[in-house]
């Protein structure tokens, strides 16, 4: 058993460090407070090959596995985890139309998304259907021409800013099995979006409700097939799950290695406080936990990169373990900064408040542990 990346891992990781570190962190801040991520930003970062880090080489993807690309998160999400959750967000649609949607939607859609020329959003959560989100009420009628779409989705990151929606809307009858996939390009008449939302966290990134009002999409726009809509958004998830929690693993590393630095730096009672055993067993017990975590991590995409029957139960174990860790210690990180980690300034502040959601997308994580438990008994 080999934990070592491989020299290829460890470009695919430093690449993605340095271009965080260079081109994101030095704005994170800013894009916060104009609650906007620019859109030049994607067209460098699809120039890394990231926009379709998991779609097919012959659809004009990067061809990685999920091992791969939660390495991509975890350095993006070291400079900002907003930036890296969305991009996140953006390769779960890319990499359901590489799978599913028929070679002429591929054609379409995928060459923009792989260079992020065309940025993508996910629609499954509406209003009153969030942990339950078979119970999802936005209808997709047949027409002559395709599909007519009438309802509301919520939380959803990019609305009113992505080119492209893929949209679970129900085609057939109550239950998952009556949810459809559907692709709706931005300007589709018949498509608009709430007011933007106020948040805790993930400011950078826009957040609407995403409207459809008799909104007709052509046939040809259908992912897949009818009816198997709920099937491929669940599949999406797995991969997501992993990504969201490898963002909460770079940022919670990151503001351990800003607090060591601190710490070292800041004096009380005549000595660095990096010298007392007390705040030293916290430094120790937030290395414990990250390793531990991203051993976790990798464990979990390695058996969804290898089909693994328990993939999904490990995806769902590995999705709460990280995330809560993560704010574990980026919580605690602030209280050893004092009261300067509550100060804007410092940046700790902001990994609290963008880490806090990642318990709750892709799934809660009560609904994480519904997933261990439910496998757990049938076996």
Known sequence: MDFALSEE?????????????????????????????????????????FGGLYVSEENGGAGLGRLDATLVFEALSMACPSVAAFLSIHNMCAKMIDSFASPELRDRVLPGAASLRT??????????????????????????????????????????????YVVMARSGDAGPKGVSTIYVEDKSPGLSFGALEEKMGWKSQPTRQVQFDDCDVLAGNLIGEEGKGFTYAMMGLDGGRLNISACSLGAAQSALTQTLTYMAERQAFGQSINQFQALQFKLADMEIELQAARTFL??????????????????????????????????????????????????????????????????TNEIMRLIVARQMVTA
């Open 298 to 363: 990798r464990q979990a995409a390695w058996k969804l990169d290898q089909g693994a029957p328990d993939a999904t139960k490990f995806c769902a174990m590995a999705k709460a373990f990280v995330t809560e860790t993560g704010s574990k210690v980026v919580n605690q990180c602030l209280q050893l900064h004092g009261g300067y980690g509550y100060l804007a300034d410092y940046g700790i502040e902001k990994l609290v408040r963008d880490l806090r959601v990642h318990e709750i997308l892709e799934g």
């Open 119 to 164: 940025v993508l959003s996910y629609c499954l959560t509406e209003p009153g259907a969030g942990s339950d989100a078979a119970a999802l009420k936005t209808r997709a009628e047949r027409t002559n021409d395709g599909y007519r779409l009438n309802g509301t989705k919520a939380f959803i990151s990019g609305g009113g800013y992505s080119d492209g």
């Open 9 to 49: 891992q460890r470009a695919i990781f430093d690449l993605a460090h340095d271009f965080g570190q260079e081109q994101i962190a030095p704005h994170a801040r800013t894009w916060e407070a104009e609650g906007l991520i620019p859109k030049d930003l994607w067209l460098a970062v699809g120039e890394l090959g």
